[in-house]
């Protein structure tokens, strides 16, 4: 480490700022996949919602490995690509696109955002050789998989409580579900956190492998890095995204404990699963994908499609929009530092 230059040791520094600073955003645009359903269904005000979201954030630390930050800190990128400059077109890629669609209130992937990024970035400095194919493939067959899985379970988790509960009265089923969503909400917000918090830390982890204060051997990051990583998601979620939670919670379909309880139970299913087989999916696909097969469950006429299919189009554009920003924030970097 003596051998690094002091002004490059500052370099760092920023760079780590601004990591946190995206996962501190990652949380407060994504709060809404995690409380949109459960304040939409008033289970709870929106103060307790966040609160209670970015609790389940921050104690995902104790249940997930580090499996996605692998993926992200060693699986995208050719060993040796990437660079301070790298990181920096990354990052402003992915906090510009989260920015644009936060403004709009429109559910777009932090995931994603930061995957273009990095795509953008290392594409900017070397090309396509210098990306791994295999990382980069599973987690674009997952922008499919992962709102289809979501729909999947949702629809069926809704189909399956129908039927169960098919002879209880309308007030008692709401009665026992508006306590049993808070399970579900607190499940959703765990693999929130578990998977989320890891695309930051394997974001740093690639930062100090390439700089010198870790070498690609490490099995993992230093635990600071963990630990600020899980606190800033937390407290982004803490500040809420409340133009997000309007679309989430309300506009693709109108929700009631029960369809709140399905979706999020769905779609912490779903993220459970990526998270524990290395994958970085979106949480924002997810719980779209399982709202909507809530609402097709009752009736295809209860999903606002055009709402829906705008959100898809965002989804589309993510990729390569942030991955642009990142190429051009990666060249106006070799100037500045």
């Known amino acids: 480490m003596e051998n690094i230059p002091q002004t490059a040791l500052w370099v760092i520094i920023l760079l780590v700022f601004l990591a946190l600073a995206f996962d501190f955003m990652n949380g407060f645009h994504d709060a809404a996949n995690s409380i949109a359903t459960v304040v939409s269904t008033g289970v709870l005000k929106p103060g307790q919602a966040v609160l209670f979201a970015a609790f389940f954030n921050v104690i995902a630390i104790f249940i997930f490995h580090l499996s996605v930050a692998a993926t992200v800190g060693k699986g995208i990128v050719q060993p040796g690509v990437v660079d301070t400059h790298v990181v920096f077109g990354a990052l402003i890629g992915a906090i510009s696109w989260n920015f644009i669609t936060w403004y709009y209130g429109i559910p777009s992937s932090s995931s994603h955002a930061l995957i273009g990024g990095i795509v953008g970035a290392v594409i ?84 100090l492998v390439a700089t010198g204060y870790m070498t690609s051997t490490d099995k993992a990051p230093p635990s600071w890095v963990v630990v600020s990583c899980y606190m800033a998601i937390g407290l982004g979620t803490m500040f809420g995204g409340w133009r997000i939670v309007k679309t989430m919670g309300q506009k693709i379909t109108k929700l009631k404990p029960v369809g709140g309880f399905c979706a999020e139970t769905g779609g912490a299913i779903t993220l459970f699963l990526a998270t524990s087989l290395g994958i970085p999916v979106s949480t924002t696909h997810t719980i779209t994908g399982a709202i909507v097969g809530v609402g097709s469950a009752r009736r295809a006429s209860a999903v606002r499609w055009g709402v829906a299919g705008n959100i898809v189009w965002a989804w589309i554009f993510t990729i390569p929009a942030s991955a642009f920003v990142a190429i051009m924030a990666y060249w106006i970097s070799l100037g500045l530092f």
């Open 124 to 207: 900017g400095k070397a090309g396509t050789d210098a990306l791994l194919s295999a990382g980069i493939l599973k987690t674009v067959v997952f922008i499919f998989v992962s709102p289809f899985l979501g729909f999947l379970l949702g629809s069926l988790m809704m189909l399956l409580v129908a039927w169960v509960f098919r002879r209880s009265s309308p007030s008692r089923v709401d009665g026992w579900f508006r306590r049993l969503q808070l399970v579900s909400a607190g499940a959703y917000s765990l693999g929130h956190g578990g998977n989320d918090a890891q695309k930051t830390i394997g974001i740093i982890w690639m930062l």
